[in-house]
């Protein structure tokens, strides 16, 4: 039986939009153009505080997703596929806009969400046939991205050091970077990277030198496939000493050979200690860190070393 | 008019055998007030089923009638069809001094009614009752395309907007037209 929506008093139009899913509301709005511009004002009177807008651009699919609150699941609630998908006949929970160019479909539906709920692009997950996205997203919006995560793809990687050159000397997050590539032993890089909160390297992490190290602003550092070398790492703990890495307060390195022996410079004073600590991560975990190598700072603060033939982590107490 | 009475029983409670050390003070006997919609059919409904809302418990809390001046003075709702006024009135009295629980089964289920329902709900301010009847509005279009939705929702297309407005201007322009005439008349 039809219900006459637009013919509703406008308090319990505004109760039923509330009521409805982010993807609903999408769907709803390609209804008229009439039901798009009122539910675009429905969200400039009433702005969805808590709503976060994910754009992943990945394996050629622009997709936009919308999470309602910090514990909510990701809802998709506009894609981008190019037009030689339509055959496949699958069926999405959402519209899905089919064009002949990609980067304009995805440009496209992001906006289109954007401009319907009035938000800013949150998240932004990439693969390197996406690094349009990177500066796509800085130019449009004041506010940088939260978190950002750039994966890496199975085929045709032959540019991959220029994509993550680029990637590392343009993409901004103020929380979480995330960044994977399928780089060549001979990539290099000599940048910046940060501030943020927490940046890890899931993988193929040989790239970063001791100098690189020293050089990225976040509080916690995780690195897997690391080649770094003790004598790397004594450069990198005298550079924390004299008073580098202020922020640092987790820094873990997984080894890609496990060939790590720990001979710290006698200069460094690390010494051994059977201390217990606990670290409380992003996220709301914890971590029990108990025994291993204590080393100070000159400004007084302490860390915790703990490594082994695989790894190297360091644990940072900046409050006594 | 006629007159039917519905509602809570306004017999008199059956005697404790012990009475609860809470029970001192004695009880006060409930309230029944009267309303009727369009069809002018009155229902009888106690003034706790009635707090449910908001524009009826602010026009009876100062009121003070006693049962027969209520009798004789029951509520008018003209915009209210007498079914839908119906339906409300069971659900004041069904939740009753009851917290309104999230899922609500006892909502009315003819659907080709919840438009007007909606309406009368709205207007009668029954907070709960209107969010359930919005869900079951926000449900209708679950998993589906917008073709389907503007038909569930009878949203009219671009093409159907255009032609109405354009209907509009025409209409607006011809009352511009004829009041100036009148005007002009008028003057001579």
């Not at chain 1, 409805?20 to 702005?47: D, G, M, W, Y």
């Not at chain 1, 796509?136 to 004041?142: A, P």
């Not at chain 1, 990225?216 to 008073?243: C, K």
Request: glycine share 6%; hydrophobic share 35%; aromatic share 8%.
């Amino acid at each position: 039986m039809p219900f006459p929506i637009l013919r509703t008093p406008s308090v319990v139009l505004s109760e039923i939009i509330s009521l409805l899913q982010p993807n609903e509301i999408v769907t709803a709005s390609f209804c008229s153009k009439n039901l798009e511009r009122l539910l675009q004002n429905h969200f400039r009177q009433r702005k969805p505080l808590k709503w976060r807008l994910h754009m992943i651009d990945y394996k050629s699919c622009g997709q936009a997703h919308i999470k309602t609150s910090e514990d909510a699941k990701q809802i998709p609630v506009l894609l981008a596929k190019h037009m030689s998908e339509l055959k496949r006949q699958l069926s999405w929970k959402c519209p899905v806009l089919y064009s002949n160019d990609q980067i304009l479909g995805t440009k496209m539906t992001v906006e289109y969400v954007t401009d319907l709920f009035g938000l800013d692009i949150h998240e932004l997950l990439t693969d390197r046939n996406s690094a349009w996205a990177i500066q796509w997203v800085n130019n449009r919006q004041k506010n940088s991205l939260y978190n950002f995560a750039f994966n890496k793809t199975r085929k045709c990687n032959s540019d991959a050091d220029e994509a993550l050159d680029f990637v590392l000397r343009n993409a901004r997050a103020s929380n979480y970077c995330s960044i994977e590539g399928s780089v060549s032993d001979n990539f290099k890089f000599d940048g910046k990277l940060g501030p943020m909160r927490k940046l890890t390297i899931p993988s193929n992490g040989h790239w970063v030198t001791g100098d690189n190290l020293s050089n990225f602003d976040a509080i916690e550092i995780t690195i897997q496939g690391s080649r770094l070398s003790v004598s790397d790492l004594n450069v990198f703990l005298r550079h924390w000493r004299a008073g580098g890495l202020t922020r640092l307060e987790w820094l873990h390195l997984n080894f890609e050979e496990h060939t790590f022996r720990e001979r710290f410079d006698e200069d460094l004073e690390v010494v051994k200690t059977d201390e217990r600590r606990v670290y409380h991560c992003s996220y709301g975990y914890k971590k029990v860190v108990h025994g291993g190598y204590s080393v100070q700072r000159v400004d007084g603060v302490k860390a915790l070393i703990q490594c082994d033939l695989r790894r190297f982590v360091m644990v940072v107490w900046h409050q006594q | 008019m006629s007159s039917t009475e519905q509602g809570t029983s306004s017999a008199a409670p059956a005697e404790p055998t012990t009475a609860p050390e809470s029970a001192a003070a004695p009880e006060v006997p409930e309230s029944f007030y009267y309303v009727h919609g369009k069809d002018k059919v009155v229902h009888k409904v106690s003034a706790g089923a009635l707090q449910h809302s908001a524009l009826i418990h602010g026009m009876i809390s100062n009121l003070g009638y006693t049962e027969e001046q209520a009798k004789a003075n029951p509520f008018p709702f003209e915009n209210i069809d007498g079914d839908i006024l119906q339906m409300v009135v069971d659900w004041c009295n069904q939740h009753k001094g009851k917290p309104t629980p999230p899922e609500d089964t006892n909502l009315p289920k003819q659907k080709e009614k919840l438009f007007d329902l909606v309406l009368a709900v709205n207007y009668l301010e029954i907070k709960e009752l209107l969010t359930y009847c919005c869900k079951q509005v926000a449900m209708m279009v679950k998993g589906k395309s917008p073709e389907e939705i503007r038909e569930i929702w009878m949203i009219p297309t671009d093409a159907e907007d255009e032609a109405a407005e354009k209907e509009a201007k025409k209409r607006a322009g011809k009352e511009a037209a004829g009041e100036t005439a009148a005007a002009a008349g008028d003057a001579k």
